[in-house]
T-cell receptor, first 113, second 109 residues
Framework: ETGVTQSPTHLIKTRGQQVTLRCSSQ?????VSWYQQALGQGPQFIFQ???????GRGNFPPRFSGLQFPNYSSELNVNALELDDSALYLC????????????FGQGTRLTVV | LAKTTQPISMDSYEGQEVNITCSHN???????ITWYQQFPSQGPRFIIQ???TKVTNEVASLFIPADRKSSTLSLPRVSLSDTAVYYC??????????FGKGTSLLVTP
């Protein structure tokens, strides 16, 4: 158990719909990062939030957006879903620029049909 | 973020020592080398992190030579439960993790 929880665990959506994924970070961690992991690939960095501000973004289009709340929990929103968005979405929490590792949640398996 | 290269797959028998080597020729001065383990349908789990020389914890050792252009993760006496994908990452602490495809380790009896 890492203390990072994600919801829901599984989700099926139709192409064109919108989806919101949620993440509760580990106690004491103020930084949350989101990753997309397609089948057979390593996780790809989407973006990172620190103290409610986006603090870095990977090569993902603007229809991928996020929020971080005062309690450091976070949401990932994806608009206009495409079939290629089907993946495991992972949330990781860490202390800012800390010497501790990132702790990952179990992920949300999103299937777009 | 450092670009890393590691073998796609490795096989081992139970009880053997497994060494997975990763190359990272363009590693920057402030980059650390970090290894993660991932089981199917789970998030990656931190194994070990180092900057240079040798680091050891209860599950693994990490060897980084002086030039820091490569590193070796050593897993002593692997068991079936060590079957997983292992990722080598290079980058500054606290920033985005740059995962490649990792090394798929299969441990058999």
């Amino acid at each position: 158990e890492t203390g990072v929880t994600q919801s829901p665990t599984h989700l099926i959506k139709t192409r064109g719909q919108q989806v919101t994924l949620r993440c509760s970070s580990q106690s004491g961690h103020n930084t949350v990062s989101w990753y997309q992991q397609a089948l057979g690939q390593g996780p790809q960095f989407i973006f990172q939030y620190y103290r409610e501000e986006e603090n870095g973004r990977g090569n993902f289009p603007p229809r991928f957006s996020g929020l971080q709340f005062p309690n450091y929990s976070s949401e990932l929103n994806v608009n206009a879903l495409e079939l290629d968005d089907s993946a495991l979405y992972l949330c990781a929490s860490s202390g800012w620029n800390s010497n501790t590792e990132a702790f990952f949640g179990q992920g949300t398996r999103l299937t777009v049909v | 973020l450092a670009k890393t290269t590691q073998p796609i797959s490795m096989d081992s028998y139970e009880g053997q020592e497994v060494n997975i080597t990763c190359s990272h020729n363009n590693i920057a001065t402030n980059d650390y080398i970090t290894w993660y383990q991932q089981f199917p349908s789970q998030g990656p789990r931190f194994i070990i992190q180092g900057y240079k020389t040798k680091v050891t914890n209860e599950v693994a050792s990490l060897f980084i030579p002086a030039d820091r252009k490569s590193s070796t993760l050593s897993l002593p006496r692997v068991s079936l439960s060590d079957t997983a994908v292992y990722y080598c990452l290079g980058g500054p602490r606290g920033y985005a993790l740059n995962f490649g495809k990792g090394t798929s380790l299969l441990v058999t009896p």
